[in-house]
């Protein structure tokens, strides 16, 4: 059959579901055609009032379902909870297999996580573990909110396994665990369905421009804090990943699916892959995937379902639901069904695809792989071992040092590497190793451990793109083609800690304990009950004590240059507190915060600096609590808003105030110190004119204004007289590429060559080219007070094209630039012209202006919420900004 004829034939079943399918017509027919249940089994119809697919099913009634196939067969289902999403909804697991098997299901369990240890399992009690356990498939199911098909799919691909008359089921329940989380981010689902069903009318509306399927901002995809929890695997800052995470080092699965949906008009989508691969993923898990997607296309063709795969979706970036747990062996994948985004959805071509259509896939792509699964136990258990095993091979280790700046990064990167699985020791005692001297709590990550993928694929510095894929981005951009690179290129954990790390070819042979999940090692204050005061040390947990005193109303001083007391040198951004002017309760509190946060505090009896300014002068600037508020919101970014918001609120405790874009041009602005524009799109056009002034005047009366990432554009606009910097066209031949003008005519041209025609064709592209994501060095300003308590140099993520020209003295302060050509590229794929252009160029800009400041972070420093190495630089602009203004307001 044509794909035409195929589609047509789709569309006219659609019609005909279309008239059906109303309230109380229960013609069940079943998503597989031929196939046979018991009917005493629930069906979704008997528990929810609808057949599988008929309606999109909120995150409870998923839930309900799935309780009502248990209470069916209990002793063939088992349901738990991994994690409740910040608006207090439970996301949970139910897993599936024969009675045998549910009812040892801890030994299988225990079973896989001995295969995934062969320092504890010789080959011949694998051998044995093989022959006795069954494959644990792990099935989840709409990570992105308004990706909604999966999450029906689930339901009746538990049902199907339950309750089929297919002899064939009962081979795959004794072969395999089948383990669903039906909904991974329950909060998006509802944000969807709630957009969905206020715009719904009498029937379904297949209009991509009908209110129900046309989401506003932010859209269902993200959950509660607007993080892609499809980028957050190893980062793990929200609750639903760290609940995966955590559920799949306890199971330890061998085969793992991450079902999503894609745009409208597309089919299809199961492994291979596109290209770059991740050369850290093994070649068996490689062959396995294609082994499954064979299985799977065999399945889609029987049921004449069209699907691709090599195209799109690549395997580069580790923060992917099918990246992460790969690299703990499992045989990882993600599955895109084209979405209906609703009931019915008419693709361009004009043919109506139905939700049911695209329930169905999944279901048929579930099971053809839990079918895969059972035909290839031995193998996929044994290639598990295998990979477990081949991680012992690895030779040496990486040392991570405690930087001195902010030995609390060291910690933060140990524990979120345990919490990925990998084995992190501590050193108990000072160790050389690389010809270098190491200190006593420094870290030791050694090769030889069967996560040895894992550590490699976070920890080091460059994970190659693979040559041939490159030389093909080239071709495309030399024709002006876009380029494939589907995510960032770079994350090296320690460059965006900002955690100096060598990887060693021999493992040092120094004793270590080994270091927990914990991301905050306690301190406790040196001599609490100081006559004088207390100095706290500046740095992310400094950062957050400062914010705990802050709202607690204690009064506190930052230095703006360094000095010496006591014997001892203090960078800039120390902190002050002083028993006079502060409740006496204040050693308790500080007992308390240094415990909860981690910071370095330490009490002086007397007030007398050696060197430096005095605690009295005007390089002592007073904290106060200011007022923040966080545009939201049409124009901005929701994953920018979301994660700016996040490291705000979450990870420094201190409350901001989101206020939409559209309010800000006629708010009363005074109540606020500071105004944060996230990363985002066209403020200019959001804000209009008179916004622009307003808050160009709220600055002048002493506001501090940041702009994050390509918020920069508004601020260094000609027409916002804000900045004097300015976004720069791309370079070509040395020359700024000039715009044709409004000339009628211009003066002729010869073209001697292919090349020359190019570089002519390619000149009415203004921007430099977009780059996917990499990490470039910037140079701090140690002079300036955005700097204070920040390392010298800093990793910038550089994203897209914006690249800005110097302020000069006078006009402001460049606190961050990138370095030169030769050294600015830290990780990742950057384009040679963007090398040449971004060098020297700022990455951080201030300027007084008016009463107040005007702050720029080029890129945005709050990306995915992991930029640890920024985040002081954005603490300081948020608390150390109203510092440095004048306000004509009282504060
Ligand atoms: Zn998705």
């Known amino acids: 059959m044509t794909f035409s004829r195929l589609l047509s034939a789709a569309r006219a079943c659609a019609i005909a579901l279309a008239f059906a399918a109303g309230p109380g017509a229960s013609q069940a027919q079943e998503l597989l055609s031929g196939a046979t249940y ?34 069916w067969a209990p002793d063939r289902m088992v349901i738990g909870e991994q994690a409740r999403t910040h608006e207090g909804r439970p996301v949970f697991w139910a897993a599936v297999g024969s009675p045998a098997n549910i009812a040892r299901l801890d030994q299988i369990k225990a079973n896989s996580r001995a295969l995934a240890d062969p320092r504890q399992t010789s080959a011949a009690r694998a051998q ?4 006795d356990t069954p494959v644990i498939v792990w099935l989840m199911y709409s990570v992105h909110g308004n990706e909604i098909s999966p999450a029906d799919a689930s339901m009746a691909a538990a049902r199907h396994l339950l309750a089929s008359r297919d002899p064939a089921v009962q081979a795959w329940l004794a072969n395999t665990v089948v383990v669903f989380v039906p909904t991974q981010n329950p909060d998006g689902r509802e944000r969807f369905l709630n957009s969905f069903s206020s715009g719904f009318g009498v029937e379904a509306n297949p209009d991509p421009l009908s209110a129900e399927r046309d989401e506003p ?92 795969n090599r195209q799109v979706y690549d395997a580069f970036y580790p923060g992917y639901g099918d990246g992460w747990p790969g690299y703990l062996g499992a045989v990882s994948m993600t599955y895109e069904q084209g979405s209906a985004r609703g009931l019915a959805a008419r693709r361009s071509s004009g043919e109506v695809l139905t939700y049911r259509e695209t329930v169905r896939n999944h279901l048929i792509a579930s099971l053809s792989t839990i079918e895969a699964s059972s035909v290839n136990h031995d193998r996929l258990l044994k290639n598990f071992y295998d990979y477990n095993a081949d991680g012992l091979t690895g030779r040496g280790a990486y040392v991570l040092s405690r930087p001195t700046w902010d030995p609390a990064q060291a910690d933060r990167l140990a524990g979120l590497l345990v919490r990925s699985g990998v084995e992190v020791g501590r050193a108990n005692a000072a160790f050389t190793a690389c010809g270098k001297t190491y200190q006593a709590g420094d870290y030791v990550v050694n090769l030889s451990q069967p996560q040895r993928r894992m550590a490699e694929v976070l920890l080091a510095k460059e994970v190659a793109v693979p040559a041939p894929f490159l030389a093909e981005q080239e071709r495309r951009r030399a024709r002006g083609l876009g380029d494939e690179i589907y995510d960032v290129t770079a994350w090296s954990l320690p460059l965006i800690f900002n955690t100096p790390a060598d990887r060693c070819a021999s493992a040092p042979g120094v004793a270590v304990t080994a270091a927990s999940d914990a991301m905050i090692a306690p301190a406790a204050v040196r001599n609490a009950d100081a006559a004088y005061g207390w100095l706290v040390a500046p740095g992310v947990p400094g950062a957050r004590l400062m914010t705990a005193a802050l709202r607690q109303g204690l009064s506190m001083r930052a230095m703006d240059k360094p000095f010496t007391h006591d014997d001892r040198r203090w960078p800039s951004g120390t902190m002050i507190i002083t028993r006079a002017g502060n409740p006496a309760d204040t050693p308790r509190l500080l007992s308390q915060w240094a415990a909860t946060t981690g910071a370095e505090v330490v009490g002086m009896d007397q007030s007398w600096v050696s060197d430096g300014p005095s605690f009295g002068s005007s390089d002592a600037v007073s904290l106060r609590a200011p007022r923040i508020a966080l545009a939201w919101d049409e124009p901005t970014d929701p994953t920018a808003a979301g994660a700016t918001r996040y490291v705000i609120e979450r990870e420094f405790g201190y409350p901001v105030t989101v206020v939409r874009t559209a309010n800000l041009s006629s708010a009363d602005l005074s109540r606020f110190q500071v105004l944060i524009l996230p990363n985002g799109g066209n403020y200019k056009a959001s804000l209009g004119a008179g916004g622009v002034t307003a808050l160009r005047d709220w600055v002048d009366r002493g506001g501090t204004l940041i702009g994050l990432g390509a918020a920069t554009r508004l601020l260094t606009d000609p027409a916002s007289e804000m900045l004097a910097s300015r976004r720069e066209n791309a370079v070509i031949d040395g020359e700024a590429a000039e715009a044709a003008g409004d000339k009628p005519r211009v003066e002729g041209a010869l073209i001697e060559s292919e090349t020359d025609y190019l570089k002519l064709v390619g000149e009415s592209e203004r921007g430099p080219d977009s780059v996917a994501g990499v990490l470039a060095r910037a140079q701090i300003d140690p002079e300036h007070w955005l700097s204070a308590g920040v390392a010298p140099g800093v990793n910038v993520l550089v994203q897209g094209s914006d690249i800005y020209t110097p302020l000069k003295r006078g006009e402001g302060t460049n606190v961050a630039r990138f370095g030169s050509t030769a050294d600015l590229l830290a990780s990742g794929q950057l384009w040679a012209e963007n090398r040449r252009q971004l060098a020297f160029k700022p990455a951080v800009m201030a300027s007084d202006h008016g009463r107040g400041q005007i702050i720029a972070f080029v890129q945005d420093p709050t990306f995915r919420g992991y930029m640890d190495g920024l985040k002081v630089i954005l603490m300081n602009a948020l608390f150390r900004g109203p510092a440095h203004s004048s306000p004509t307001w009282t504060q």
């Open 217 to 308: 901002w932010p859209s269902g995809r993200y959950n509660h804090d607007l993080f892609d929890l499809n980028r957050d695997w190893f980062i793990q800052t929200q609750p639903e990943t760290r609940g995966n995470a955590a559920s799949v080092r306890e199971w330890r699965p061998q085969v793992l699916v991450d079902a999503h949906e894609m745009g409208t008009d597309e089919t299809f989508f199961f492994p291979p892959e596109a290209q770059p691969l991740n050369p850290w993923i093994a070649d068996a898990t490689l062959a396995s995937r294609e082994l499954i997607g064979r299985n799977t296309a065999r399945r889609f063709d029987e049921a004449g379902v069209p699907y691709f």
């Open 128 to 131: 044995a573990l093989i022959a």
């Open 38 to 71: 018991d009917p005493a089994a629930p069906t979704v119809a008997s528990v929810l009032g609808y057949d599988s697919g008929e309606q999109i099913t909120r995150s409870a009634d998923v839930r309900r379902y799935f309780e009502a196939l248990r209470a």
